[in-house]
């Protein structure tokens, strides 16, 4: 390879480097103005929202009607359905991989360990 050859080979290198620099930085910036302008909505969002509870009857009712929603949600993802409904979520069981052998296994490892940390945290620092 010649000189020039490398010479052009280090400047098309050094061109493709500045080149994904300034995209890689466009990107980001085009991301931050992404994230400040969500951000300036939401807070748009939030002002007006708050503008709305401008008595405490308003305030009391909205905290209520938001209240009853979660108490809904709530019990309909706890109620217990009809096991037959196949839409209804699957009865509890115990899975095999979880079994009371394996928690005692687990429990007795546990053990082990915190032994082995208190031996270590009881030996003489150098």
């Known amino acids: 390879m010649s000189d020039s050859d490398k010479t052009?080979?280090?400047?098309?290198?050094?061109?493709?480097?500045?080149?994904?620099?300034?995209?890689?930085?466009?990107?980001?910036?085009?991301?931050?103005?992404?994230?400040i302008a969500v951000a300036n909505q939401m807070n748009?969002?939030?002002?007006?929202?708050?503008?709305s509870l401008?008595?405490?009857?308003?305030?009391?009712e909205?905290?209520?009607?938001?209240?009853?929603?979660w108490k809904?949600?709530?019990?309909?993802?706890?109620?217990?359905?009809?096991?037959?409904?196949?839409?209804?979520p699957a009865p509890a069981s115990p899975t095999p991989q979880h079994s009371e052998h394996g928690v005692d296994d687990l429990t007795r490892r546990i053990a082990l360990l915190e032994e082995r940390v208190q031996q270590l945290e009881s030996k003489p620092k150098d």
Do not use: H, M, R
């Open 8 to 35: 052009i080979e280090d400047l098309a290198s050094q061109y493709l480097d500045l080149w994904q620099k300034q995209l890689s930085s466009q990107l980001s910036e085009k991301t931050i103005a992404d994230t």
């Open 44 to 51: 748009d969002g939030a002002q007006e929202f708050l503008k």
């Open 54 to 60: 401008d008595t405490p009857e308003k305030s009391q």
């Open 62 to 69: 909205w905290v209520t009607t938001w209240a009853d929603s």
């Open 72 to 88: 809904a949600q709530f019990n309909n993802a706890t109620k217990q359905q009809n096991p037959s409904d196949p839409t209804g």
